[in-house]
């Protein structure tokens, strides 16, 4: 079984602060990986692929990846108060899912 | 206005009734998905379509059917035998082929509710 696995939170850090989150996966041979980002009754949103070993940057956004390891995270720098979601990992063109972290940012 | 639409925005079903949930893209992608998303988790995948007239079983497609008769379109139907259709709907598509190209776009939802 193909496992995504992501720390279900919640995680809570304050106005400007960096934010980190984690995801593990369990197939040896996934190649693509995204990050979503869902508000409460919404649908889910494209923030970063990757795809490659290292770390991708977009704004305040980085996503960092190690095959070797098998994790994939998602950093957020400055964050704000409505960075306020659930963050969902997802791994290779079957496109699983891992459960999501709820991430709070607190003015 | 390029997108995904997905209708109605709330369905509620009676016991032992079929229901089915549409989902059309004016995107051109080859591939689209069904996933379901109770409270508290994450997606799980329920059929997706690679290509006209063909799809695939994903993890829980117990109680669900679909059809692929156009490329624009992915309707499903919650049949009787699924015991438990509670939840929240989502419609994707991406452009197939690997890659970047496999990243997904998801339609607003259908929340089903049971009487």
């Known amino acids: 079984q193909k496992e995504v696995e992501q720390n279900s939170g919640p995680l809570s850090v304050p106005e400007g602060a960096i934010a980190s989150l984690n995801c593990t996966y369990s197939d040896r041979g996934s190649q693509s990986f995204f990050w979503y980002r869902q508000y409460s009754g919404k649908s889910p949103e494209l923030i970063m692929s990757i795809y490659s070993n290292g770390d991708k940057e977009d704004g305040r956004f980085t996503a960092q990846l190690n095959k070797a390891s098998q994790y994939v995270s998602l950093l957020i720098r400055d964050s704000q108060p409505s960075d306020s979601a659930t963050y969902l990992c997802?791994?290779?063109?079957?496109?699983?899912f891992g459960a999501g972290t709820r991430l709070t940012v607190k003015p | 206005d390029g997108g995904i639409t997905q209708s109605p925005k709330y369905l509620f079903r009676k016991e032992g009734q079929n229901v089915t949930l549409s989902c059309e893209q004016n995107?051109?992608?080859?591939?689209m998905y069904w996933y379901r998303q109770d409270p508290g988790q994450g997606l799980r995948l329920i059929y997706y379509s690679q290509i006209v007239n063909d799809f695939q079983k994903g993890d829980i497609a117990e109680g669900y059917s679909v059809s692929r008769e156009k490329k624009e379109s992915f309707p499903l139907t919650v049949t009787s035998a699924q015991k438990n259709p509670t939840a929240f709907y989502l419609c994707a598509s991406s452009m197939g082929g690997g890659g970047n190209q496999e990243t997904q776009y998801f339609g607003p939802g259908t929340r089903l509710l049971v009487l």
């Open positions: 995107l051109n992608h080859d591939a």
């Open positions: 997802a791994v290779n063109n079957d496109m699983r």
